[in-house]
């Protein structure tokens, strides 16, 4: 195997991840994606030396050049993050013959579930600037990737259905709008029945043992409130990637 382009997918993820905060943060701040980038604190525009990612990070000891305030740890982790998953997701691919469309996909499902994950974690608001447009591109490339429309359609309304029940049984008051787009995003992510459904558990699972921790912490009260979509972000990220292997070891085990 040729590991350079390991190594150039992982690259491409840190330059990828650089650009996600600065479109999260713009996107929360209702500006344009061109211009230079500044300090949130400052407003000082960021030298370029200033803005390689990670390593500008650990250079300036996680603190602004001019004001000195501190840089959140939201960039190197999205940094990061993105840079490890673009690496794996070109390993899962490497030996299809479709490499291409599906590192596109899967590239763009990260990148955009990443910036789910800080938007709502942060805002508690799904970002559907980012929702709808990456929903209706997937579902192009899952056309050309031979996925018949009816399974996607289909599995999108199975998504978007999971979501819409709660919403109605719970009255609102469970999750959000946003959450029900989200559903159908994951249902387009994953035409086969069986990812959905990991996705889904290993979001639901993740969520209720975060949220035992924080309630014995008392970190939360009962009645406080937990955005869905970090952990909707983080179980389609892990079932992208490990999902074929989790689902073939489970079958394994009937
Ligand atoms: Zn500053």
Not at 47 to 58: E, K
Not at 102 to 112: E, P, T, V
Request: charged share 10%; hydrophobic share 55%; glycine share 8%.
């Amino acid at each position: 195997m040729d590991y350079s382009f390991v190594v150039l997918s992982a690259l491409m993820g840190l330059l990828i991840g650089s650009f996600l905060n600065c479109l999260i943060w713009r996107l929360y701040k209702n500006e344009t994606i061109s211009g230079r980038s500044y300090c949130p604190k400052c407003s000082n525009m960021i030298a370029w030396y200033d803005n390689i990612p990670l390593f500008s990070f650990l250079i300036l000891r996680g603190r602004c050049r001019h004001c000195h305030k501190k840089i959140s740890w939201q960039y190197p982790l999205v940094e990061f993050a993105t840079s490890l998953l673009f690496a794996l997701a070109f390993l899962k691919n490497i030996s299809s013959p479709d490499l291409g469309i599906l590192l596109a996909r899967d590239w763009l499902i990260i990148a955009s579930l990443m910036i789910v994950f800080v938007y709502d974690l942060r805002w508690q608001l799904v970002p559907m600037l980012i929702v709808w447009p990456v929903t209706g591109v997937v579902f192009i490339l899952n056309l050309l990737l031979g996925f018949s429309w009816q399974s996607i359609v289909l599995s999108g309304l199975l998504g978007a259905a999971f979501f819409l029940i709660q919403y109605i049984v719970t009255k609102k008051r469970g999750l959000g709008e946003g959450d029900i787009w989200l559903g159908l995003l994951l249902g387009i992510v994953f035409p086969t029945v069986g990812e959905l459904a990991l996705s889904l558990c290993l979001a639901y699972f993740t969520g209720a043992l975060i949220g035992i921790f924080l309630l014995s912490s008392h970190k939360k009260e009962w009645k406080s409130k937990m955005a869905l979509g970090p952990f909707l972000a983080y179980g389609a990220i892990i079932t992208l990637i490990y999902g074929q292997k989790i689902i073939t070891w489970y079958l394994s085990l009937l």
